[in-house]
């Protein structure tokens, strides 16, 4: 495919928070920040990214 690309996603987590960064082909790396482990903060932090 020509417009094909990779997305890089690292998630640190920890009892009570999970931290999320991401990069797309290895570009700069985005760190959306830190949320919480209820599933209502996770589906929210799935719809930011």
């Not at 990069?23 to 949320?35: Q, R």
């Amino acid at each position: 495919m020509e417009h094909d690309s990779t997305l890089y996603v690292g998630c640190d987590v920890h009892k009570d928070s999970i931290t999320i960064a991401y990069a797309l082909d290895a570009g700069e790396v985005e760190l959306p920040g830190k949320t919480g482990t209820t599933q209502a903060d996770i589906d929210r932090l799935c719809r930011r990214l």
